[in-house]
C-alpha cells in the first residue's frame, strides 16, 4: 500500500513541446496516478484486457495533444503490459476526469468512460526515462 506521494514510482518519460508521460509501476502505483496525481484534462491509457501500467499525459500548457502524441503514449502502455510481446495491440484512451474507482475494487482496478482505442505497436519514445 503506498503510504503518501513519495513512496509511489513512476516511470517517466519527456517528449517535445513540454509533454510528459508517467506509468505506474505497480497496483498501488497505478491507483495513485490515476486517482491522486492525473489532472482531469490529462490524458489516460491502459492495454485493453490485460495487466499492465496506467499511463499518464500531462502537459504544462497545451491543452490537446495531436494524433502522434497520443500514439506515443499508448504505446508506453503497451510496453509497460503483458502485451509488450504481441504486436499491435488495443490500448483505451480517455482522459483522467472520467477514470473512477468502484466501491471496494483491489489496487489497480478502476472503471473508465468515453474511451476510445488506439492500436499501437509497444515501444518507449526515442527520449530517454527521466528520475
Known amino acids: 500500500m503506498v503510504e503518501s506521494l513519495s513512496d509511489i514510482q ?3 518519460y519527456s517528449l517535445p513541446n513540454g509533454w510528459i508521460i508517467l506509468a505506474g509501476k505497480t497496483d498501488s502505483d497505478n491507483d495513485v496516478l490515476s486517482l491522486k496525481i492525473a489532472r482531469q484534462n490529462d ?3 491502459h492495454v485493453k484486457g490485460m495487466p499492465g501500467s496506467h499511463v499518464v499525459l500531462q502537459s504544462d500548457g497545451q ?3 495531436d494524433k502522434n ?3 506515443i503514449a499508448a504505446a508506453v502502455a503497451a510496453w509497460h503490459s503483458k ?7 488495443a490500448v483505451s ?5 472520467y477514470v473512477s474507482k468502484p466501491k471496494k475494487a483491489g489496487p489497480g482496478t478502476v472503471h473508465i468512460r468515453n474511451e476510445r482505442t488506439l492500436m499501437v505497436k509497444p515501444a ?3 527520449t530517454k526515462e527521466t528520475p
Open 43 to 45: 490524458y489516460w491509457f
Open 63 to 65: 491543452l490537446t495533444p
Open 93 to 97: 484512451c480517455t482522459q483522467a476526469k
Open 69 to 71: 502524441t497520443l500514439k
Open 10 to 12: 513512476l516511470y517517466r
Open 124 to 126: 518507449l519514445p526515442q
Open 83 to 89: 502485451a509488450r510481446n504481441g504486436g499491435t495491440v
